[in-house]
């Protein structure tokens, strides 16, 4: 059975970091791109980083650009968002995407339940 679980969400104050983790299991996480994605109230969802299979490669949006990091270790199956000095226009569901990238798992996309960040004083 497929799960992507978030967490590490929850309320900071303006300027603070949180730390969002994605634990995966059901697949062979070290083939899919893994992507965090947010959806703010009444906003569409938007990507905020990628990180390739092998974690060589990352994307972020140029809103969260030199304030948040992606990161992933293959070996616990676990994707990583270090969130710094946010902002309240951070806030928003934040949800963790897989993505196959060839193969067996080509075309295979998962998502998780989403965790809520709260940026607010």
């Known amino acids: 059975q497929v799960q992507l679980v978030e967490s590490g969400g929850g309320l900071v104050q303006p300027g603070g970091s949180l730390r969002l983790s994605c634990a995966a299991s059901?697949?062979?996480?070290?083939?899919?791109?893994m992507t965090w994605y947010r959806q703010a109230p009444g906003k569409e969802r938007e990507l905020v980083a990628s990180?390739?299979?092998?974690?060589?490669?990352?994307n972020y949006a140029d809103s969260v650009k030199g304030r948040f990091t992606i990161n992933r270790e293959n070996a616990k199956n676990t994707v990583y968002l270090q969130m710094n000095s946010l902002k309240p226009e951070d806030t928003a569901v934040y949800y963790c995407n897989a993505a196959g990238v060839g193969g067996i798992d080509r075309g295979k996309n998962y998502w998780g339940q989403g965790t809520q960040v709260t940026v607010s004083s």
């Open positions: 059901g697949f062979t996480f070290s083939s899919y791109t």
């Open positions: 990180i390739t299979s092998s974690g060589v490669f990352t």
